[in-house]
């Protein structure tokens, strides 16, 4: 990309994001993208002329909401290329409400497989995993890279260690360091006999997955992750012949055609998403994403432009620093997160500390392990008896907090800095950050 030309992209960037204040910078894409004005305008002028009523109503309004709701679903299968006749859309709440639904996994005497880079909102499933019928979990490693260990997945895949249902759990996208997992993985383990679940709620946020070409059973995301609004929306596109792996551990509105008090019987809806989405659907906001899907399409790919400038901001930091205090870059360069420590007196410096300053001064990035334990592990080294130390003899786990955490973890870091890139950003951005970055290593 020539950095000097102004792009589609500079031009969104000045045009589209007043909710930005001048000279501050937006470096938490994988948080959150953020939505263009045009996206706001255009869903609240919808929302002024047109009555959307209770779906589960049969009035003019409830069917103009039902309408809008069958096309969103439709909207959403062709972005990702998906044929209505192999896959659905349920509506959730977000990612992570997406993620719960395999919470209905029947795994019948089987087991479920983590890569150890996961959000913790699959990382959770380990638990419901232990009360519906599954022998064992297990994590499949990462190597010191932070890319998959091949081996040891080709291995995990290949000899299971039970004969029930077992189901597969990997990013597409690592949420920690913009690590891009081989989609080939999913191809691989249903070859092998596994349901499979990418969770594409990272990825999807500058890439584009063809569902025509990677067959996933569950795939869950976020909207706000691609386009910024509406917020508190999600989906699970799910591969139709896997729903009978589920079971609808419960009803609620909606999903049951049948139910009466006097008797513990109850029909529900066939399978299909109607079962899985509980109570009313947020069909207030639901016909904003149609207009977010053509909103990315317009852009006709963010991937390159958001990695040109997380790669610009990799090579500047490389190059920042005496030997002794070089920035540590956790992730791999040509990504679109650059996710390090700054180090200062030789040792790194507490992330958050950073993250105050660099707040201070207008530039937005985040820190922790974000939610992934697995890959903060990784980076960081630490080892199953510094935790158990850290648990058992230190502190109560009621008062674990991250203070808590600072206060005992010592010289060992809990986090670190995460900036990652989308639309909205331009090379400017880097500049500003790294101005942040030496001003903070020149600070006492
Ligand atoms: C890879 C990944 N999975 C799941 C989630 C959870 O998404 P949400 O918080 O929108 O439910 C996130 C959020 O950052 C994520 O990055």
Partial sequence: MNKTQPSVFEELHNAQFPQLKPGTVYADWTGGALPPKMLIEAHSAMLQTTAFGNPHSHHGPSATAMDQIMETRQAILDYFNASPDEYEVIFTSGATGAIRLLEHYKYVGGELLLLADNHNSCNGLRETAKYSGAVTTRYAPINNDLTIDEEALSGFLSYPRS??????IYPAKSNYAGTIHSL??????KNKGWDVMLDAA?????NRLDLSKVK????PLSFYKMFGYPTGLGCLIIRKDAYPRLHKKWFAGGSILLVSVMKDFYAPEALGYARFEDGTVNFAMI???KAG????KSLNGTGAHATSIATELYDQLTYMGDWFNKPIIHSARGNDTVTFSIKKDGKI???WLFEQFANARGVFVRTGCFCNPGVNEKVFGYTIEAYERLYNDKIMPTAITIDKLREFSGDAPIGAIRASFGYANSFADVEH??????EFLRAA
Avoid at 184 to 189: K, L
Avoid at 433 to 438: F, L
């Fill in 163 to 168: 004969n029930g249902q077992k189901l597969f």
């Fill in 349 to 351: 410096v507490d992330a």
């Fill in 293 to 296: 899907l053509e909103f990315l």
């Fill in 184 to 189: 080939d993985w999913v191809r691989h383990a």
């Fill in 433 to 438: 950050i790294c101005h942040v970055v030496r």
């Fill in 287 to 289: 016909p904003a994403i």
């Fill in 202 to 206: 990272a990825y999807v946020a500058n």
């Fill in 216 to 219: 996933p059973d569950f795939i």
